[in-house]
């Protein structure tokens, strides 16, 4: 299908039926349940899922193929996110040209830092990857902000105003971000008994596009110009030495996920018109070296879950609070469960960051390939349980190594 | 003229002469071993014909073109493959994956942005590296992650990798170095199969006498960054200044 063999395809279309029916998935609870508060089936976190999604996709065609760690990308999202509040501030609210914009702006943008960053590798490029992007976060926040110039809006961040020119909007159009019209906030909400589904318009336009970028990264993963990433990844010696010039190689990586990481800031001016320099700084690069490694470096699936996993904790652990817990521990004698209460207090609201960091470095220490190893264990072993194979013989078969396959 | 000539070359590191006037003519079709002490400037020399190093002085001719200046994937586009003391290949990749990049990178040189293509509809590749992973005995191991195999497999897959771009001159830097006995009868033998079968020039750096005799049409001694004498196999044997400066000191 689509020039897939069967594997991908299904798991194409296993991505394809999860996105289109997360409105459901994902809020499993009855609304007025206590378990309410785990639901994150509403718009504003779908989006998030989908976008970061988006951004761990392309960051790692260059990390998880070609083994380049950068420290930069948030630059091209923020980049992307800025090109499109500009096209909706100058033209129209129109979410396609500004999303055209922010792809091609981050691919030019890419092509320059790549150029200069990958003359180094290892260390010296992600050093060379940060120093531009604090360069770009440093910019944004405050040069190109002045009142001669004003690029970015410096502190307040980027946004439309009411006299702002958009020469091509109409007043039958939506006042906000729109499809042809179809505003990207128009949300249909469905009750069925206790229970209440949200379809968002914007969520599905980025839904279908993650779904074609999913099927391009599929195609690069099992194309000959992605099997000559994994190989500068092994051994750049022996590509020279093989009458392989690495470096335009790398540059194409670098320049490609840029403009993932550019589509991913479209979308999101997109969603909401607009873009402040703060998602260009180190931690949101940082944000998503965590999303890569988490769900499985160079797999195909990997950085969907471990950038759905990330934004999930960051939404849904930092909204519990004390009086939360004092309701889950109410059965327990009033003592232990203050002291219940005490334990688990920094671990939630403000402190999922540290819930986050405990569980990267279990993920890192005993599941190296990420969540994506983590589901390949678990399968093997119910299948082990299953068929109840020889013992002694699975014993002795060697640890298989995570395949990009999956 | 040989394919390749190398004329006056010197290589100092720092203070050191690690080569000093080497010539070296390598006829078509032939294979020549170079031999000599440890730290005799072999490797040097080797680095200079394929961009590792670039000579302080002379010339390095490959049928008829200077290769100097030019970058190591250059050198092999022109047709010069090389082989390493420790065997070089995508340890992170499948077997037959090591063995289609090569011939990728003979068919669409140094850079092409195939990112739409599928490998596995690449027949005509496929087949050629089945091909290849035949001659070398290797075709039940095309599964396999490279970097789990034995360090003879290992060398014989970077010279199937190398011979399956068809190169004209293949470099060997000491390819039986540190390995078992029968690993370096097994390479001896694919590499006097190679001989046989393909119009190829080799060029053999080498220690172990055995291999260089049962081998080598012609034969260079370097001592001490010079080449001392250049000629067949058989004379090199009684040659006493080989044996004082090379033979003398391995026994
Ligand atoms: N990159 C280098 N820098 C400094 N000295 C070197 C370098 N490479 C080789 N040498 C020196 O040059 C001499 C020749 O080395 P080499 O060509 O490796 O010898 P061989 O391969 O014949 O054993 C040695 O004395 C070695 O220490
Ligand atoms: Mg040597």
């Known amino acids: 299908m689509l020039g897939l ?75 992307g996110s800025y090109s499109a509040v500009w096209i909706f501030k100058l033209f129209s609210y129109n979410v396609l040209p500004a999303i055209g914009l922010s792809v091609v702006v981050a691919a030019i943008f890419s092509l320059f830092i790549g150029f200069v960053s990958l003359r180094r590798s290892g260390i010296y490029f992600s050093i060379l990857t940060l120093a531009f992007a604090q360069m770009s ?51 249909y909400t ?34 000959p110009f992605g099997m000559m990433l994994r190989a500068v990844k092994s051994n750049q010696q022996r590509m020279n030495y093989t009458g392989l010039n690495t470096r335009p190689y790398t540059l ?77 521990f109410a059965l327990l004698p009033d003592g232990i469960e203050d002291f219940m209460v005490f334990i688990v207090h920094p671990f939630i609201g403000k402190g999922w960051h540290l819930t986050l960091g405990l569980l990267f470095m279990l993920v890192v220490i005993f599941l190296p390939g990420g969540l994506v ?27 298989e190594k995570p395949h990009v396959a999956e | 003229m040989g394919i390749l000539e190398v004329k006056n070359v010197n290589k ?32 040097t020399l080797l680095n200079c014909l394929v961009g590792k190093l670039i000579p302080d002085t002379g010339s390095v001719m490959f049928d008829g073109q200077s290769v100097l200046g030019r970058s190591p994937y250059e050198i092999n586009q022109m047709g010069i493959s090389r082989v390493f003391q420790t065997p070089e290949i995508f340890g992170d990749l499948t077997v037959m994956e090591n063995m289609l990049i090569p011939i990728f990178a003979r068919r669409d040189g140094a850079f092409r942005m195939h990112a739409f293509e ?33 360090r003879g497999d290992k060398r014989r897959l970077e010279i199937g990798m190398c011979l399956s771009q ?40 080498e220690h172990d006498m055995h291999v260089v005799f049962s081998l080598a049409d012609r034969i260079t001694v370097l001592a001490q960054g010079t080449p001392l004498v250049e000629d067949d196999p058989q004379n090199i044997k009684g040659n006493p200044k080989v044996r004082e400066a090379y033979l003398g000191e391995s026994a």
């Not at chain 1, 039926?17 to 009855?30: E, Q």
């Not at chain 1, 994150?40 to 083994?67: E, H, K, S, V, W």
């Not at chain 2, 000491?174 to 370096?184: I, Q």
């Open chain 1, 5 to 79: 063999d069967k594997k991908d395809a299904t798991l194409l279309i296993v991505v394809a039926v999860l996105t289109l029916c997360a409105p459901f998935i994902l809020n499993p609870f009855p609304t007025d349940s206590a378990m309410a508060q785990f639901n994150a089936g509403y718009p504003d976190l779908m989006q998030r899922f989908i976008i970061f999604g988006i951004f761990a996709i392309g960051y790692n065609i260059l990390f998880g193929l070609t083994g380049y760690l950068s420290f930069g990308h948030a630059a091209f999202l923020g980049v």
């Open chain 1, 137 to 187: 976060f440093a910019l944004a926040y405050s040069v190109l902000s002045n009142p001669k110039f004003n690029l970015t809006n410096g502190e307040t961040g980027l946004q439309v105003y009411a006299d702002d020119p958009q020469w091509f909007h109409r007043d039958s159009l939506p006042d906000l971000p729109h499809l042809f019209g179809l505003s990207m906030r128009s949300t």
């Open chain 1, 190 to 223: 469905l009750d069925v008994g206790a229970w209440s589904f949200d379809f968002n318009a914007g969520y599905y336009l980025c839904a279908v596009i993650m779904m074609v970028v999913f099927y391009l990264a599929i195609r690069i993963f099992r194309s």
């Open chain 1, 252 to 328: 194409a990586a670098f320049v490609i996920s840029g403009m993932y990481a550019g589509l991913a800031g479209g979308l999101m001016a997109a969603m909401d018109p607009l873009a402040g320099a703060e998602r260009m700084q180190w931690t949101a690069s940082g944000e998503v070296v965590l999303m890569t490694i988490l769900g499985g470096t160079g797999t195909l699936i990997g950085p969907i879950l471990g950038a759905g996993f990330i934004k999930y904790f960051e939404n849904i652990f930092s909204k519990i609070n004390d009086t939360v817990l004092h309701e889950w």
């Open chain 1, 373 to 399: 190893e983590g589901g390949q264990r678990l399968s093997r072993l119910l299948k082990r349980r299953g068929t109840k194979a020889k013992p002694e013989d699975s014993e002795h078969r060697p640890e």
């Open chain 2, 12 to 43: 100092n590191f720092g203070g050191l002469k690690a080569l000093s006037e080497v010539n070296l003519s390598v006829r078509e079709n032939t294979v020549h071993a170079i031999i000599g002490p440890n730290g005799a400037g072999k490797s």
């Open chain 2, 118 to 150: 599928s490998v596995a509809n690449e027949r005509e590749i496929i087949e050629q590296a089945e091909h290849v992973l035949e001659d070398m005995n290797m075709a039940d191991k095309r599964g396999m992650h490279a970097a789990s195999m034995s």
């Open chain 2, 166 to 205: 068809e190169p004209r001159l293949l470099l060997l830097d000491e390819p039986t170095a540190g390995m078992a006995r029968a690993d370096t009868n097994n390479t001896i033998d694919l590499l006097k199969q190679i001989k046989q079968d393909r119009d190829i020039t080799i060029a053999i750096i």
